[in-house]
């Protein structure tokens, strides 16, 4: 049965008063979101850096996966999984990183955006382990480099590279990874049910 709009309702900032919205209250504003949640703490602030540290070098060594997330000029978000062998996004400095651009599916989402809006997130996990991190930074592609040598996999050198300079990078809490149970077995959902994809 369609939803019917209530014609007394007040406008929804979501759209009408109706379907599954109906009834919602949109969070006012930063101010409100301290009321709720409160402040976070000190040491929460202050881990935040823009020089990769000795602890972030180990993580990303042993890290075989990172997602990618993206906006083009108008805003439209996308999130990207990357991944290769452990420690595949390499370290060109202490404020810049290199991932190498592996073949898939060509649609080449995160680079459209790039184009537009440089500005990017990484969040690198390590399977088994409860350890996030979190890079936020802009980002440029290339088409060579003499790095790229160092990127070769199985006699392929990458054709492109998402080089991106930090702006902020940092651990992130593992209370997600604890309660969703992502690294235990017994947790998971059957994952050979779903149809293949591309």
């Known amino acids: 049965m ?3 709009a209530d014609p007394d309702a007040a406008p929804s900032p979501y759209g009408p008063s109706s ?3 109906a009834g919602a209250v949109p969070l ?3 101010e409100e979101l301290r009321e709720i949640l409160g402040t976070p703490h000190p040491i929460v602030i202050d881990k935040v850096h823009d020089r990769l540290t ?3 070098l180990d993580l990303l060594a042993r890290s075989p996966f990172c997602a990618v997330s993206t906006s083009d000029a108008a805003g439209n978000c996308d999130v990207t999984p990357r991944g290769d062998g452990p420690g595949f996004t390499h370290v060109l400095d202490p404020g810049t990183l290199a991932l190498p651009d592996r073949p898939g599916n060509r649609r080449a989402d995160s680079f459209h955006n790039i184009l537009s809006n440089p500005h990017v997130g990484l ?3 390590i399977p088994g382990a409860m350890d996030v991190l979190r890079v936020n930074g802009r980002a440029r592609i290339l088409t060579d480099a003499p790095f790229f040598d160092a990127m070769t996999l199985k006699g ?3 054709k492109l590279a998402l080089v991106v300079e930090i702006d902020e990078i940092f651990r992130h ?3 997600a990874l604890r309660r969703s149970g992502v690294w235990a077995p ?3 959902a059957g994952s050979g049910d779903g149809p293949a994809v591309a």
Do not use: F, I, M
């Open 2 to 4: 369609p939803y019917a």
């Open 19 to 21: 379907g599954p919205l």
């Open 28 to 30: 006012g504003s930063a």
């Open 54 to 56: 000795e602890d972030d």
């Open 123 to 125: 969040l690198y996990l």
């Open 156 to 158: 392929q050198r990458p």
């Open 173 to 175: 809490c593992s209370n």
């Open 186 to 188: 017994e947790t998971w």
